[in-house]
């Protein structure tokens, strides 16, 4: 199996928290189907973030459990990005 060196796991969970969830998922949540874009990346993002872990000797259910908060979490930051973005425009 593949196996991924520490520093760039961490790196690309950084840069997908930050760039997927504060800048593409709010665009992508205001545009037509955008929603299962977003769904799609979630899950490749699941599948990627288990084959992160998967070597570190812990058990199958705690990796995909942790591969799944790790990617819904840039989801969680881009509805709320999302939310304040569409609160502002709708105030001013």
Avoid: C
């Amino acid at each position: 199996m593949i196996e991924f060196p520490n520093w760039f796991a961490g790196s690309f969970t950084l840069a997908a928290l930050i760039g997927l969830g504060i800048f593409l998922y709010p665009w992508l949540l205001k545009q037509r189907g955008g929603s299962a874009i977003v769904g799609a990346i979630t899950v490749a993002l699941s599948v990627l973030f288990y084959l992160f872990d998967q070597d570190s000797g812990v058990s199958f259910a705690v990796s995909m459990a942790l591969a799944i908060l790790w990617a819904l979490a840039p989801v969680a930051a881009g509805v709320i990005v999302y939310r304040l973005q569409r609160r502002s425009t709708q105030t001013g």
